[in-house]
């Protein structure tokens, strides 16, 4: 019979509710614990984990940086959690430009660790997220409309298959699976233990944030529309707007207003950093009431983005608490929004429920601009499929009191479905449970495909969850 190996953690020891919870706080983790929780710290401790599941038939869910919005990774009644947050390590190899990294790094840890040797890979704008799910979700962030998705970056993968092997996934060997782990989503092929990635050089950049009053958001939204997705590569700027409710203009701090677009600007020359005000033309000729502009080195300005203390800036772009109320959804535009869509927008966010007290963050919509580098790959080239969408509408609702909930549920929920006439489909790594499409919205044409992979490498269905691909449809 397999051993565990690693560090192991049962009920009762000490840790073990901190090691059984994850971001999305609202899950129910007493009712859904785990009988063990093994923290990786190498390769052999998930081959073990796996083989250890299999021959006691015990459930697996595997976990990264436990930021998945169902908390799916970490619901696993009686089952098994394979941790691999602890294997953190890194090597840059500066001559062929790729770094290998432990599959548990958080993006503060992989910005850093790239950022030191002057690397960079886009990632996401959340300190916290893992670099695991991002990854095999896809994963875009600030730069990815210059670089491509942080998935577009791989050159291997180190992955435990179901049989407990260790294996590689890469353009020659097992190239069906390495396609998969291109956006096939988390949890579905197995263990990911360490990735290579290919890396970018990277100097200066100029980080930035427009403010708005709420009554602009038609002019502002159609600006954005017309220029965001199509703007040189090295501008990425998302447009977020809060939700019309007196609580969320309470929680803003003086400088920052309910429509704000914020992004990077990463251009290939320190001389090429003068043209931002020309490359922003379009959105300051829409009379922002608030503007901060900042050249930074990029790891400084990686800071300010991920909303960490960046030592000199006093300003900070995006801000994440680590565990959250929330609601969130998304889905694809691939269609510019026209007047009466706006309306609908701006409808929703008026109609925000009210709720009995301050909410974790304010509840919004979002829109993350598509086009540059990532759209000129195929899409099925990769199983990161909406790659022509112009934008990605994120629908983010967030309260505190319980009984706020159901309410915030359904607003996102009816926000969605009446932009779903103008948008489709949905981002695996923002996954949402009351999709009842969900194979569809995530995968698109790539489903087939990546159905037939998961057949081939887990015939038996070892890793599956509430939303895992199947082996059949
Ligand atoms: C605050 C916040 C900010 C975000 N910002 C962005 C952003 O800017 N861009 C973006 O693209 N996304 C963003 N996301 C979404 C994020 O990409 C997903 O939530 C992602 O799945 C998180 O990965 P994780 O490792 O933290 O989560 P986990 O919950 O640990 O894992 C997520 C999924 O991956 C699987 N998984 C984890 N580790 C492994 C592994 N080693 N091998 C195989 N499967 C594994 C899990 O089983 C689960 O299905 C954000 C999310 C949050 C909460």
């Known amino acids: 019979m397999p051993e565990l190996t690693g ?21 129910d983790f007493d009712a859904n614990q785990p009988k063990v929780i093994v923290f990786c710290q190498c390769a052999a401790d998930a081959s073990n984990a796996v083989r250890w599941a299999t021959a006691n038939s015990v459930p697996i869910r595997i976990r990264c940086g436990r930021h998945n919005y169902q908390g799916y990774s970490s619901l696993a009644k009686d089952g098994i959690i394979i941790d691999v947050s602890e294997m953190d390590s890194v090597q840059v190899n500066r001559n062929s430009l790729v770094a290998t990294v432990g599959a548990g790094l958080d993006m503060l840890q992989f910005y850093e660790a790239l950022g030191e040797s002057g690397f960079a890979v886009p990632g996401a704008t959340g300190p916290s997220v893992g670099l695991a799910g991002l990854t095999l979700g896809s994963g875009f962030g600030p730069t990815s409309r210059k670089w491509g998705l942080t998935c577009d970056h791989l050159v291997d993968v180190e992955i435990v298959d179901a049989n ?147 030592s000199s800036p006093t300003w900070r772009l995006v801000t994440h608490s680590d565990t959250e109320v929330f609601k969130s959804t998304s889905s694809f535009a691939y269609q510019l929004f026209d007047a009466d869509t706006l309306k609908i927008v701006k409808k929703h966010l008026d109609d925000v429920p009210t709720l009995s007290g301050p909410p974790t963050e304010p509840s919004m919509i979002q829109f993350l601009p598509g086009g540059g580098l990532p ?19 994120q629908y983010n609702a967030y309260w505190n009191a319980p009984e706020d909930g159901a309410k915030n549920i359904a607003w996102i929920e009816g926000f969605r479905n009446a932009l779903l006439p103008y948008t489709k489909g949905a981002y695996v790594n923002y996954n949402d449970s009351t999709l009842t499409n969900y194979l569809e919205d995530y995968y698109g044409p790539n489903l087939p495909r990546l159905v037939a992979v998961k057949k081939q490498y887990d015939p038996n269905n070892v890793f599956n969850f509430q939303q895992s691909i199947p082996t059949s449809l």
């Open 164 to 310: 407990g092997d260790i294996i590689h996934a890469n353009e020659q060997t097992n190239p069906d699976l390495f396609w998969a782990c291109k956006g096939g989503g988390g949890g579905n092929f197995g263990v990911v233990t360490a990735f290579t990635f290919r890396v970018n050089p990277v100097g200066n950049v100029a980080v930035f944030s427009l403010g708005w009053e709420y009554d602009q958001l038609y002019p502002v939204a159609e600006a954005w529309m017309n220029w965001a997705p199509v703007v040189e590569d090295s501008m990425t700027a998302s447009l977020m707007m809060l939700a019309n409710n007196p609580k969320n203009a309470a929680m803003l701090t003086s400088s920052a207003r309910p429509i704000t677009l914020y992004g990077q600007f990463t251009p290939d020359s320190d001389q090429d950093l003068t043209r931002l005000s020309t490359v922003l033309g379009p959105m300051l000729a829409t009379g922002p009431t608030s503007v901060q502009i900042q050249v930074l080195p990029y790891l400084i300005a990686t800071r300010v983005l991920l909303g960490v203390d960046p």
């Open 7 to 27: 560090r192991v953690l049962y009920p009762g020891d000490p840790g073990w509710d901190d090691a059984r919870r994850g971001f999305a706080i609202w899950a």
């Open 375 to 393: 759209s000129r790959i195929d899409p099925q080239a990769t199983a990161a499929y909406p790659r022509k969408a112009k934008f990605v509408v």
